[in-house]
């Protein structure tokens, strides 16, 4: 056992470890199907991970409007833009549609 779960109790052996990830998942996968019902035209762009932020993906509307969130892996985000039926491009390679960019700037005012 090592000194932090000693101290602080570990996640592991707590009856709620695996309930807040599971649900958090469900509702992030709800929050994405409502985005891209209700609104047309939408793409996924999926964000790699970095040093500080783990895989997300930003849903983007014909309109510009977007929505972030995080996903398990770079496979599962395909996965899930494939259930929502849109096309999914990799962030790094396909850069930001313009139409995002130009829907903060008209938010900004």
Request: with cysteine; aromatic share 8%; charged share 30%.
């Amino acid at each position: 056992m090592s000194f932090f779960s000693r101290k602080f109790g570990s996640k592991k052996n707590s009856p709620e470890a695996g309930t807040g990830s599971r649900q958090a998942r469900a509702e992030t996968l709800k929050h994405l199907k409502e985005f891209a019902a209700s609104r047309s035209g939408c793409e996924a762009f999926i964000e790699p991970p970095t040093r500080v932020t783990q895989t997300t993906m930003v849903v983007v509307a014909g309109t510009g409007e977007w929505t972030r969130r995080k996903v398990p892996d770079q496979d599962s985000a395909r996965k899930v833009a494939q259930e929502l039926g849109i096309p999914a491009f990799d962030v790094n390679l396909s850069g930001y549609p313009s139409r995002m960019r130009e829907w903060n700037q008209r938010q900004r005012r």
